[in-house]
């Protein structure tokens, strides 16, 4: 039986009509409840398949797993054995959950050991991340800051249709869905002062993006090209790349982001793989002037993966933003990889890789704060009255994106976090 999404099929486990996911999907994440120590599982519906669970009882054999790649704090060591076998434990747990499928289905013993209800779980971190690149890939992104802060004659700078432009980040302040973050502090250069000051960030803004993990890589000194990127790539996972801008503003020139961008980034538990977008694949923008060969790429390589950021002030309802779309992307995943790999550069199990801001071409589908107020001058009116040009103490911006198509929908669940007052 082939993992290719078919419609047809269905799980014994309910699955509601809007859940992100389905029998389809099959992310993978790490939880713990208050009787179960943090260990891998799987989502499907309003559930979780406890993969050491499965693994004790004997489901896995004749897989190159063993239960403590399972009995874990981190997708890592399941990761280590590498997209094929990946791909086959997800098949294996494909079977098991099919609705006509009785090994699992028929031993109600069984399945009361190796179900979890989501809502008991709290969801950790789900990959120990060594390394992170931020992309700089939406070119509605890309042009509209330009704007903001250039002239918007010569928005793009000179190298940003040639290169994936990225910069290496702080994989220590990845952070999982739910925790907190504290307004940072830092310098800052008002244009009324003639020095910098110091204090806390007033202009925090969230940035609306993915994020991929990758499996191990090639040795050092040898590049992944574009042909070969979707082998070393897990899967996918939303991701809010908090950004300080007046730190930001202040400090990039010359050597770029630095406080203003290491103080967090969010990303959701639920880590979705490649296998389970195939079906959304898309053509990408014609990209012109025409790229260096060891950039160019065959077949659909974009994805359609809807995306939405909501503001929920404190004690108050949830206010949509913005909606964009990964299909935005003028630099695809592979690319990407291509790129960051070329000039020899060794990638390790876990790495992150940010998309970098989402932005869409029009207003009401903008990625960050700076863009959706313009640098402030236009405010945005929530539900309660009130006004946010960016992020205020004690709102929490919420993250959320999805696949659809012919009636399947490939849910990412959501990446939430509250902001407290600096220290």
Not at 139 to 148: M, S
Not at 157 to 186: D, E, T
Request: negative net charge; aromatic residues 10%; contains cysteine.
């Amino acid at each position: 039986m082939s993992l290719k999404v078919d419609l047809k099929h269905t799980s014994w486990i309910p699955v509601e009509k809007d859940s992100d996911f389905p029998i389809q999907n099959l992310p993978f994440g790490v939880f713990k409840t208050d009787t179960l120590s943090p260990r891998v599982g799987v989502a499907i519906g309003k559930k979780i398949v406890d993969l050491k669970t499965l693994s004790v009882l004997g489901y896995l054999k004749n897989l190159p797993f063993t239960t403590e790649d399972f009995d874990t704090d981190y997708l890592n060591s399941m990761m280590l054995k590498g997209k094929k076998d990946v791909g086959e434990l997800r098949l294996r747990i494909y079977k098991l959950l099919l609705s006509d499928f009785p090994d699992l289905r028929d031993n109600d013993n069984h399945v009361s050991q190796v179900l979890v209800e989501q809502d008991e779980a709290e969801m950790l971190l789900p990959i120990d991340t060594r390394d992170y690149t931020d992309f700089y890939s939406s070119e509605q992104h890309a042009y509209n800051v330009g704007c903001l802060f250039r002239d918007p004659k010569n928005a793009l700078l000179p190298n940003w249709k040639h290169i994936p432009v990225g910069y290496h980040g702080r994989a220590s302040s990845i952070i999982v869905s739910g925790q907190p973050i504290y307004r940072p502090k830092g310098q800052m250069k008002p244009p009324t002062t003639e020095v910098p000051v110091f204090g806390p960030s007033k202009l925090l803004d969230f940035e609306l993006e993915t994020v991929f993990f990758t499996f191990q890589g090639k040795p050092l000194g040898e590049p992944i090209t574009t042909a070969e990127a979707d082998d070393y790539i897990f899967g996918m996972a939303l991701f809010n790349d908090w950004s300080a801008r007046d730190i930001q503003g202040w400090e990039y020139v010359p050597l770029g982001p630095f406080l203003g961008k290491n103080f967090a980034s969010s990303v959701s538990p639920w880590i979705v793989t490649l296998d389970a977008l195939e079906f959304f694949r898309i053509p990408g923008p014609k990209q012109e002037p025409k790229i260096l060969p060891y950039l160019e790429y065959e077949g659909n390589k974009h994805i359609d993966i809807n995306l939405e950021v909501l503001i929920q002030p404190e004690g108050g309802k949830e206010n949509l933003v913005g909606k964009s779309n990964f299909k935005y992307m003028y630099w695809n995943m592979n690319q990407q990889l291509a790129h960051h790999t070329v000039n020899g550069c060794n990638i390790n199990v876990g790495d992150a890789m940010g998309s970098g801001t989402i932005s869409g071409p029009n207003e009401g589908q903008y990625g960050s704060m700076l863009e959706t107020s313009w640098k402030g001058t236009k405010p945005f009116k929530l539900s309660d009255g009130t006004t946010r040009t960016f992020i205020q103490d004690g709102d929490t911006v919420i993250m959320r994106g999805y696949c659809e198509k012919d009636g399947l929908r490939i849910g990412f669940g959501e990446v939430s976090t509250k902001v407290l007052p600096a220290k």
